[in-house]
Structure formats: structure tokens, C-alpha cells
């Protein structure tokens, strides 16, 4: 009963601006690395659909319409051409807020599967090294767990080093090619 009240609670409280970091912990420290895992990358997958849904729900093109400014637009035109990389690398290390980056991507262009995949993706690295940190907070660790938990939140940073060294042109011409 515990894991299924902590998945609604971890995925209707993150829809909120609210730090998912504290559910991802919990996570680790409540059912160890297996369930933790499986409970915190599917929670934080469905906080964001819905994040994503309500938004796109409640008066989206309203809000749309107002966001007018050239660097809006430039961002947004971003997202709707390369979303599911922009998403990802945001997802992989969270410099910016988890419920802020669901905000702006459901008020812009980027389509709903590619955002879905790359939320999913993105956050493994991440959420693996929390719940893991989370785990061996309880003294039940190991030194390849520690590794893990490193390796993990390395791929973060280099994920979101390849996005901001990579050229908006150079994901075009590679998605032309396909």
C-alpha cells in the first residue's frame, strides 16, 4: 500500500512547483534501489504529462498569444524543431526547475510523445544517482553502488555539455537526413 500512495502523492505533488529531489531521495531510502528506482522514474514521468496536460488544458493559447517577445519565439522555435534533445538535456542535469521546464515546454510548440520520451530518458541519469544516494543513505551501499550513483550524474553533465555545444543547425541538418 505504501509504494502505491507514495507513487500518487510523488506524481500529483511534483505537478506543483515543488522539489521532486525529495520524493527522489525518499524514494531510495523508503524501498531501496529496485522499487525506488521504479517508483520515482515512473512517478516523475507521469508528474510531468500531466504538468504538461493541465497546461495545454487550461488556457494555453491564451498565454501563447502573449508571449510575444523575439527570444520567446526564438525558444519556442527551438523546441519545436529539436524539443526532444532541448527536453533531455534539461531533463539529464536540472539546473532549471523540474516543474518550470514542464511549464514553458507545454506553452510551446513541442509535440507531446518527443517530450514524453526525452522527460523519460532524460531523468534516468539523475534519478538513478538519487535514489541510489537515496539507498545508501540507509547503510545498505556498496562501492559499485557509489560508482553507479557517480556515473550517473557524470552523464548528466555531459549530456547537458553536448546540448549547449551543439549548434541548432547541425541537429537540422541531421533530422533533414532522416
Not at 21 to 28: D, E, P, V
Not at 46 to 53: E, P
Request: aromatic share 8%.
Amino acid at each position: 500500500m505504501l509504494p502505491v500512495v507514495f507513487f500518487a502523492v510523488h506524481a500529483l505533488v511534483c505537478v506543483a512547483p515543488f522539489p521532486r529531489t525529495i520524493f527522489t531521495l525518499s524514494a531510495g531510502m523508503l524501498f531501496g534501489s529496485a522499487e525506488g528506482l521504479t517508483l520515482a522514474i515512473t512517478a516523475t514521468t507521469v508528474s510531468a504529462v500531466l504538468a504538461l496536460w493541465l497546461v495545454r488544458r487550461l488556457d494555453h493559447e491564451r498565454v501563447r498569444a502573449r508571449l510575444t517577445h523575439p527570444t520567446v519565439q526564438a525558444v519556442d522555435a527551438r523546441l519545436a524543431r529539436r524539443g526532444w534533445l532541448s527536453i533531455g538535456s534539461l531533463r539529464l542535469i536540472a539546473f532549471a526547475p523540474f516543474s518550470i521546464v514542464n511549464y514553458c515546454a507545454a506553452l510551446s510548440s513541442i509535440r507531446f510523445m518527443p517530450y514524453s520520451i526525452a522527460t523519460f530518458i532524460g531523468i534516468i541519469p539523475g534519478t538513478v544517482g538519487t535514489v541510489l544516494l537515496g539507498d545508501a543513505l540507509t547503510n545498505r551501499t556498496s562501492a559499485a553502488q557509489w560508482i553507479v550513483t557517480a556515473a550517473c550524474l557524470a552523464v548528466g553533465v555531459i549530456g547537458l555539455a553536448v546540448d549547449a555545444r551543439m549548434a541548432v543547425d547541425q541537429v537540422e541538418a541531421a533530422s533533414d537526413a532522416r
